[in-house]
């Protein structure tokens, strides 16, 4: 059995508003070996009563990283799980707790290793040394992640309960999450296939995040943003691109396609305003 968790396997909490929560949630990933510990506008992650809780593990919440936002959070990441108690209407898989090892598996390529250099294959750069992460994303404790938060994640997980009260502790809920991440990784169903060739390179969050917004700026100088509302819309263009899983050459030729409209634009734009200059001086002149 492993000692604990995959290295870039990472824990993402948003506006926990409970210290004692972060306490427990530190303790936990102390007990099951990981320390990838990321908090996106949560409370004093110091307070004493985290600390406290934290027991044993206290170091966890003294190297956490913390993060002004989720897109900065989540900009290394390759694959985004967000967690729910209840249904959304969505694009996106929902997994119950029981088949996490079928969710692990639909993004398994994250967890392999790079290749051993071959002869003559020049040392790789820093950025390629540096292991795309995946996360599980945790929201609020009362009103759990919004569907913009959601928005980032390629699948959602969700934990079965009775239905009177489908809400779980946070930490509760950690608890159990966590415990099953642990069981899988004690053996990994990887495929050999998998294991020999990671043949889709999926973009980061990062990467995908100034995809979408080189794309609004083109949704802007068309005029397009003053017609729906922009909020609704970044959601839903969250969505898709999170759903389609593109890969790091694919964002490499939409954003090329998208900086040659926008130059095109600006091309046509000169040329109307050249004409509309010269139509103002042959009037004048007439």
């Not at 079928?102 to 071959?118: A, G, H, I, R, V």
């Amino acid at each position: 059995m492993k000692e604990g968790l995959p290295e870039n396997l990472c824990f993402v909490f948003s506006k926990i508003s409970q210290p004692g929560n972060l306490g427990f949630v530190a303790r936990l990933m102390g007990n099951f070996g990981n320390k990838n510990l990321r908090l996106v506008q949560c409370c004093d992650h110091l307070a004493d009563e985290a600390l406290r809780y934290s027991t044993h593990s206290a170091v966890l919440l003294k190297e956490a990283k913390v993060f002004p936002d989720l897109p900065s959070a989540l900009a290394d990441c390759e694959w985004v799980v967000g967690t729910t108690a209840r249904k959304r209407r969505s694009f996106f898989p929902l997994y119950s707790l029981p088949a996490i090892s079928q969710l692990l598996e639909s993004c398994s390529f994250s967890f392999l290793e790079n290749p051993k250099k071959e002869k003559n294959r020049k040392e790789p750069s820093n950025r390629e040394k540096i292991q795309p992460q995946v996360a599980f994303l945790f929201g609020n404790e009362t009103s759990g992640l919004s569907n913009l938060e959601l928005s980032f994640c390629q699948a959602y997980l969700t934990i079965p309960t009775a239905p009177l009260h489908s809400s779980l502790n946070l930490s509760h809920a950690f608890a159990l999450v966590i415990f099953q991440l642990f069981q899988h990784f004690a053996s990994p169903p990887l495929i050999e296939e998998q294991k020999k060739n990671k043949i889709y390179d999926l973009a980061l969050v990062g990467e995908v995040e100034g995809l979408k917004d080189h794309f609004f700026t083109l949704l802007e100088a068309i005029g397009f943003l003053h017609q729906t509302k922009e909020m609704s819309l970044r959601e839903n263009i969250s969505a898709f691109f999170a759903h389609s899983q593109v890969s790091k050459k694919e964002v490499r030729i939409l954003r090329a396609i998208v900086n040659k409209t926008l130059v095109a634009i600006k091309r046509l734009s000169s040329q109307r305003e050249g004409l509309e200059k010269e139509a103002e001086k042959a009037g004048k002149s007439s």
